[in-house]
């Protein structure tokens, strides 16, 4: 493969906060593509209708545009492969849908929610999903109850014995045993293509030449082989990066790190010094120097130097990276300019003086009042985020419950903030001045502050998002299994889907 055509590219999901493992995937995509010359893509998989929406786009080329990582091909700059958002290429997965029904390699499914649902409560434990029961359906009777309406999805055969071999760029051959994998829905039932029909038809007509993303995909790599089988096309190279990882080595989670962009960029860290830091994620510079540039990683740069070690995201680590290109490559002037440009401008000064001003006594009282505005974590004091009545357990997962309910909000304002808290209190059945006396204290380390809902506007979702999971943290934090537990409860009584 010669160097023009070298095609690589990033697709997120605009269903949340941009992730640094979104920004770790851009970036090693991005130098791949600089260092030979070939073309960066940006693709936005939106067709999760329920869940997507522009807010979180914006966020997602904010974020990118903030570390400085460019595309060539995108929803907002064009190119000869668009449109380069899914929600816009409808008619094209529609069309190799059917190209996969009629070939025979796909079949309308017309099982119902409820029977799908007895099937997995049947088969708890077991590994496949689906018992096959609408493939045996003959063609013509299927193709007559569609065109009757008949509510359905589509799914693709999937052979039923055998192995699927392909090659990881990084870990070489593997094998998966196909009696693993069940028939995968491609359509679902409103006419949507599901991630793996999309994916592969995207990367194909975009001509992208290396899949470069989080080993999290391995597993479904399987079914994307089988997809190019069915439509005549050769896969792409397949590289998948090692997984971020917490301290305690378990997938980066923002239950127990921070994991939006956003939050480093509202945090003061520079985004040069996170978009090292993640380079050294996965790579290491010849010599072993820590800090460097983009365009001294694409000039080092080869694809089977990375390192498959799971990578640990230390916060601390981050910090002294951080400081260094503080220290190191901006004078007092600069750094003057770069304080404005981050949180101390008038605009921001001007929003915390409004709700400062009725507290202040002297201008000295200016500091202490409003320092946590300019503090990446505060430290709460644990006695204090308990809320009235209830003892640890329980106000960690009302926490957990209010920071489920501020994820939800499409608009980050303090009316908007205290519309939420109001209805998180009314739902929970307690007072919202008990509800938001632990927040106090989450959001500004103190029982004292700033009015609440306009100090988070000013702090802004992630930030402010993160200091509950913070104070969550400080009450004991919570395990995997309780989550879910509270999990089912939360969307029991928020009437959550």
Request: proline letters at 6%; one cysteine or more.
């Amino acid at each position: 493969m010669s160097q023009s055509q070298i095609r690589t590219r990033l697709a997120p999901s605009p269903t949340g906060d941009p992730h640094v493992g979104t920004a770790y995937q851009a970036l090693f995509g991005w130098v791949w593509a600089r260092k030979n010359g070939g073309s960066f893509v940006l693709r936005i998989e939106d067709t999760d209708r329920e869940r997507s929406s522009q807010a979180s786009e914006r966020a997602i080329l904010d974020s990118l545009r903030w570390l400085g990582l460019s595309w060539d091909e995108g929803p907002d700059v064009g190119g000869p492969y668009g449109p380069y958002r899914q929600s816009e290429r409808l008619e094209v997965y529609r069309e190799h849908v059917q190209r996969l029904v009629d070939q025979g390699d796909a079949y309308p499914c017309f099982c119902s929610r409820e029977r799908l649902a007895e099937l997995r409560r049947g088969r708890k434990g077991a590994v496949t999903g689906y018992d096959g029961h609408c493939r045996g359906i003959p063609p013509e009777e299927a193709r007559r109850r569609v065109e009757a309406g008949e509510e359905h999805v589509v799914r693709m055969k999937v052979p039923p014995e055998g192995e699927c071999v392909f090659t990881d760029l990084l870990r070489g051959e593997i094998r998966k045993e196909w009696s693993t994998v069940d028939d995968q829905v491609i359509q679902k039932a409103d006419g949507y293509p599901t991630y793996h029909l999309a994916v592969v038809v995207d990367d194909h007509l975009m001509g992208i030449s290396h899949i470069i993303r989080g080993e999290e995909w391995i597993n479904s790599v399987p079914k994307h082989v089988l997809l190019y089988d069915y439509l005549g096309w050769e896969p792409p190279v397949f590289c998948h990066l090692p997984l971020l990882r917490n301290p305690d080595k378990s997938k980066l989670s923002k239950r127990k790190n921070p994991t939006s962009i956003g939050f480093y960029r509202d945090s003061g860290f520079l985004p040069e010094a996170l978009l090292n830091y993640l380079g050294m994620m996965g790579w290491s510079m010849a010599g072993g120097g820590e800090k460097f540039t983009p365009q001294q990683m694409v000039d080092s740069f080869r694809l089977e130097d990375i390192n498959l070690g799971g990578p640990v995201f230390d916060v601390d680590k981050l910090r002294w990276l951080n400081a260094k290109y503080i220290r190191e490559d901006y004078g007092p002037g600069e750094l003057v300019d770069l304080l404005q440009d981050w949180r101390i401008n008038r605009p921001t000064l001007e929003a915390i003086a409004g709700m400062a001003q009725g507290r202040l006594r002297t201008l000295g009282d200016w500091g202490p009042l409003t320092s946590f505005f300019f503090a990446d974590e505060v430290d709460p004091d644990p006695e204090l985020l308990l809320l009235k009545g209830m003892d640890g357990d329980d106000s960690r997962e009302v926490l957990q419950m209010v920071v489920w309910e501020l994820e939800r909000l499409r608009e980050f304002t303090a009316e908007s903030v205290g519309r939420c808290l109001r209805d998180t209190a009314e739902t929970l059945d307690v007072k919202l001045r008990d509800l938001t006396a632990p927040l106090y204290v989450a959001i500004s380390g103190s029982t004292s502050s700033t009015p609440l809902f306009g100090s988070m506007e000013v702090l802004g979702p992630d930030v402010s998002r993160m200091r509950i999971r913070r104070a969550i943290m400080a009450l004991g934090g919570m395990s995997n299994k309780k989550a879910k537990k509270l999990d089912k409860r939360y969307r029991k009584l928020f009437g959550r889907r």
